[in-house]
């Protein structure tokens, strides 16, 4: 019986290592390959490590006309502090709005922000939306899209922060209203400082999403190529004509956008485990 | 002023009229965000789908229900893009939802060294761009890409195979990376479920003499159900509205026969993606049809699974 346990469990293991492998085996592929020279991408492509270790297609990358890697990195971060920061000042106000605040109409507007999770009209709004920025003289471009992140309804986000302060004491309202405090300042003195756990997991998750971005900027930019955030700017090198012949670009470029996300699994990712789970359970 | 203030709160019971106000004034933004890109979208796309409308004013003209008609009637390819989506979805998640419940299992017992890494590097693809997923696969699949390299060089095949000239192996390789890409967030969230199922069950289970498999099947499944419910819908729901995924990878290669519904409306009708220029009233009509079938999709489901629920 002992031995059985020991055998099951040895093919136990063995079949997780062989699922991460399949799992870690793209990615160290592709970041393997953005440090072998172009030659060799195009004439040994099954060959695992480098023969060489270069870093002249970063170096390329950089300096790079077709994949204007520096400028498009800056846009990237721009954009998405941006809409980390609205993410978070939003659902935390909302969440708590919805789940402490007292107003008339508060159930039905809820309920109705609610079913956005369900109801989807799909790629053809960006006729009607780019139409609306247009009739407040917002010509198409990145920071037009922020100005429409600003008024989307981060409505998932709103659920988690609203089922937290539910969690949280009434107690300490009431005490803060006695001392005089009013409805919005209870927010800045006594809850807000509480949110920080699930501040964090909604920052990474909306700095996650926000970074991967492709399809609204893609469109937004279309016009002005300047403004292409990287991911956007990869997949415009990898459709392009010059593509077959500009691996070594596409690996080094699709490697440096790899590397926030990277970064943030590596220090932060409990919160993105506990951000997914709470999904789940809540949804 | 203060009198003023109290006479309100005498009138609405205990509502409170500046914290009443500071709710409106906070939530303005979210309701015209409302109004403005949600409602209006929907009104916009019900009025030009009932019209011939391509952006050019002087060539608009109203068609009625035409639009309706032919998406009923003449659109084969749209169709067959609701055909790929629902063999896309019957392929992907017999396979990927029992995998990840299987390795969620594994991942449960408390014997096993290294859990952490193993969790954290499975769901590792879901945090990156579905671009950038795309964009890798197409170069693992590329003719001369390491995927053809290694089956040569094991003498698994003889030449190299143009994965997206043929549809069969152009779904093979969105499946594969479609499921690499999901899988460990299903993991994770069986994880969850798992943990949640209380440990005297497994052991009374063990002294009455329940070997794995018999505990998996009497306690596991039916202590999950609810969880795995939630978990099925979401699956569904992504795998439904597979969009963008599939334009960067196959680009519905060959010939526009592996778009999935989503991806279909982005590659004819979104700018930048669709050529020449697309008739945007036709689009918003089968966009309208799309968000319907979406919804009774998830009602089906919703009704199906309880109705399971309730009969077990």
Not at chain 1, 38 to 57: A, C, K, Q, Y
Not at chain 2, 305 to 312: G, K, V
Request: charged content about 15%.
């Amino acid at each position: 019986m002992e031995r059985r346990n020991r055998i099951v469990n040895l093919i136990c293991y063995l079949f997780l290592l062989i699922i991460l492998l399949a799992t870690l085996f793209p990615l160290i592929y592709t970041i393997l390959s953005s440090f072998k020279t172009n030659m060799e991408l195009l004439s040994d492509p099954g060959r695992i490590f480098p023969e060489r270790f270069t870093v002249d297609n970063y170096i390329r990358a950089w300096n790079s006309d077709s994949l204007q890697i520096g400028r498009m990195f800056i846009n990237s971060v721009l954009y998405t502090l941006g809409c980390v920061m609205i993410m978070l000042i939003e659902a935390s106000l909302y969440g708590y709005v919805f789940a402490r605040g007292k107003f008339r109409g508060k159930r039905i507007l809820f309920l109705v922000f609610s079913s956005l999770m369900f109801i989807n009209l799909g790629s053809i709004t960006i006729y009607p939306l780019l139409e609306v920025l247009a009739s407040v003289k917002l010509k198409s471009s990145l920071w037009a899209l922020l100005v429409y992140k600003i008024f989307a309804i981060p409505i998932v986000n709103i659920y988690l922060v609203k089922s937290y302060i539910q969690s949280l004491p009434i107690a300490l309202d009431e005490a803060a209203k006695i001392d005089g405090c009013g409805f919005v300042g209870i927010f800045f003195r006594i809850i807000r400082p509480m949110l920080k756990p699930i501040m964090a997991t909604i920052g990474m998750l909306s700095f996650n999403s926000s970074w991967n971005e492709y399809l609204f900027p893609a469109v937004f930019t279309m016009a002005k190529p300047e403004q292409q955030t990287l991911i956007v700017g990869i997949i415009a090198l990898k459709n392009s004509s010059e593509s077959a012949v500009s691996w070594d670009l596409m690996f080094a470029g699709t490697t440096i956008s790899l590397i926030p996300v990277l970064l943030a699994f590596a220090f932060a990712n409990r919160y993105f485990v506990k951000g997914i789970a709470m999904g789940a359970l809540k949804g | 002023m203060h009198g003023k203030r109290k006479n309100v709160t005498k009138e609405f019971g205990n509502l409170n009229f500046s914290e009443e106000m500071a709710c409106y004034l906070i939530l303005i933004v979210p309701i015209v965000g409302f109004l403005v890109f949600i409602l209006y979208p929907y009104l916009w796309a019900g009025k030009w789908s009932f019209f011939n409308y391509t952006g050019v004013a002087s060539q608009t003209r109203f068609v009625g229900w035409e639009n309706f008609i032919n998406i009923f009637t003449k659109d084969k390819s749209y169709w067959h893009a609701w055909l790929v989506t629902l063999k896309f979805t019957m392929l992907k998640l017999p396979i990927e939802i029992p995998l990840a419940l299987l390795l969620a299992t594994i991942l449960q017992k408390d014997s096993l060294r290294g859990k952490g890494i193993f969790r954290s590097v499975y769901y590792l693809p879901s945090i990156i761009s579905v671009a950038i997923v795309g964009a890798i696969f197409s170069n693992l699949f590329d003719f001369r890409g390491v995927i053809n390299s290694c089956l040569m060089r094991f003498n698994i095949i003889q030449r190299p195979i143009d994965w997206f000239a043929d549809y069969s192996t152009s779904m093979a390789v969105l499946l594969t990376a479609s499921i690499w890409l999901s899988f460990g967030v299903n993991v994770l969230y069986f994880m969850a479920a798992l943990s949640n199922v209380p440990v005297e069950l497994y052991e009374a289970a063990s002294v009455e003499g329940a070997g794995r498999i018999r505990k998996f099947f009497s306690i596991t499944l039916p202590m999950i159900a609810p969880v795995f419910q939630t978990i099925l819908l979401l699956a569904i729901n992504g795998t439904l509205q597979t969009g963008e995924f599939i334009i960067v990878l196959s680009n519905g290669a060959p010939g526009g026969t592996t778009f999935t519904v989503g991806a279909y409306l982005i590659n004819a009708f979104v700018p930048g993606f669709a050529t020449g220029s697309p008739n945007i009233g036709y689009g918003s009509a089968l966009s309208l049809v799309t968000s319907v079938f979406y919804c009774l999709i998830a009602v089906a489901y919703m009704k199906v699974s309880t109705r399971l629920a309730n009969n077990s």
